[in-house]
């Protein structure tokens, strides 16, 4: 007799479906030709060198060894001072930062270390896809605020203010965010913050990945930077996006030490370190590599502007992203949802993008496109959207 499976996974396993996002890959993956793809969330830049010297340089030291749990002590004091030298925050390197595998696993390890089943975690969306599964995974309640077009996609303060409860355990904000590329100034986050003063007990998980991907001043803006919140905010951030480190796997985690100590702990049994190799990138990372990541910045910014041109001209609707390395699109006009759009430009045009309900349900009606792609692939991707969306409105 075989076995019953089901009844031997877990059930909040189980109930979490898989990543939309994958469904995309995989079509277009097995997809004969040359397809496009705007799909991925990834930078289409090779990692800075003098980055990947200095993790050349880590093995050919000898440092292929576990690190401290919390990682290299230099590594958290380079991360320690790129959080003063770009936020003007300041925290404890021995005590309240954590280097993480990925801003993945820091996002994993919150949920983790505060969730008590059946707590509540407010979620805003459209979102990153392991928002709400992580929660889901601890046993959390996940409560969705969307965010709208017309409001530029920002976390409304009345919004939030609605969504808390006397069960509400923290917050997760993700700006500059994906899907959307939206982001929050200073003077946005300073509503928040009034918000968060009247409800004391709620902490804020905040997702800054793509914090030097600002294109308003490329400057991180952050609840971090309001002093009255420093004791309940904990950052997650990471390389992956602004310094193109996919393949390090490395982030961080930077909070109170009452935080942060039951995140370490769970990473000291489950993860036990993150790569050494990766921490010593890091050092050079966050110590010297500022120049490097604007001229990415630059490059996406370019690109920016030719997408959302390039989308206008074939005639969706785009609220501006200043942010992050995607442009969200309505794609109503069309009468197709998101997936239809999606699977038949792949098919017909081979273009691989990625509908926007994979982000929650809020982005039914619209599609992420990344530009972290070659300008040559944009600008041809965008031509093809054109015809696509033409031959769609003749029927
Ligand atoms: C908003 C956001 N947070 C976190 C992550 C995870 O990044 P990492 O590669 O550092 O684990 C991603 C990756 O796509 C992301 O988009």
């Known amino acids: 007799m075989s076995l019953d499976y089901d009844s031997k996974i877990s059930k909040a396993v189980q109930q979490v479906p898989p990543s939309a996002i994958r469904k995309f890959f995989d079509l277009a993956n097995e997809m004969k030709g040359h397809v496009i793809s705007l799909s991925i969330g990834e930078p289409d830049f090779v990692t800075p060198w003098t980055i990947r010297e200095a993790a050349i340089n880590s093995i050919i030291d000898g440092y292929t060894h576990y690190s401290p749990n919390s990682g290299y002590i230099d590594s958290r004091i380079a991360i320690v001072d790129y959080l003063k030298r770009r936020y003007g925050v300041s925290y404890d390197a021995k005590s309240e930062v954590l280097v993480t595998v990925g801003g993945s696993e820091g996002l994993d390890l919150a949920a983790r270390a505060l969730i008590n089943p059946g707590d509540e975690v407010i979620i805003v969306e459209p979102c990153f896809v392991a928002y709400k599964a992580t929660v889901e995974f601890a046993h959390g309640v996940p409560v969705i605020v969307s965010t709208k077009p017309e ?161 206008k001209d074939a005639g969706l609707d785009c609220f501006t992203p200043y942010g992050a390395f995607y442009a969200f699109p309505s794609i109503k006009s069309t009468g197709l949802s998101s997936e239809e759009f999606c699977e038949r430009f792949l098919l017909e045009k081979h273009v691989a993008i990625v509908p926007g309900n994979a982000f929650g349900a809020c982005g039914e009606g619209f599609v992420r496109i990344s530009y972290a792609a070659s300008l040559e692939d944009i600008k041809e991707a965008m031509k093809l959207l054109k015809e696509f969306v033409e031959e769609l409105k003749k029927g």
């Open 151 to 311: 409001n530029d996609y920002k976390l409304k303060p009345e919004e939030l203010e609605a969504a808390i409860t006397d069960k509400t355990k923290y917050v997760i904000v993700g700006y500059p965010n994906n899907p959307t590329g939206a982001v929050m100034t200073l003077e946005d986050w300073a509503k928040i913050k009034d918000v968060l003063m009247r409800h004391p007990e709620v902490i804020v998980l905040s997702d800054e990945l793509y914090c030097e991907l600002n294109y308003l001043d490329g400057k991180p803006a952050s609840l971090t930077q309001f002093a009255e919140l420093r004791d309940r905010v904990i950052m997650v951030n990471g390389f992956s996006k602004s310094y193109a480190m996919t393949g390090f796997r490395v982030g961080y985690i930077a909070g109170p030490h009452e935080l942060v100590a039951p995140m370490i702990k769970i990473h000291q049994y489950c993860i036990m370190c993150a790569p050494s190799t990766s921490q010593l990138a890091v050092v050079e990372a966050a110590m010297n590599a500022d120049n490097e990541i604007k001229k990415m910045r630059d490059e996406y910014n370019h690109r920016r502007r030719v997408i959302v041109q390039g989308l």
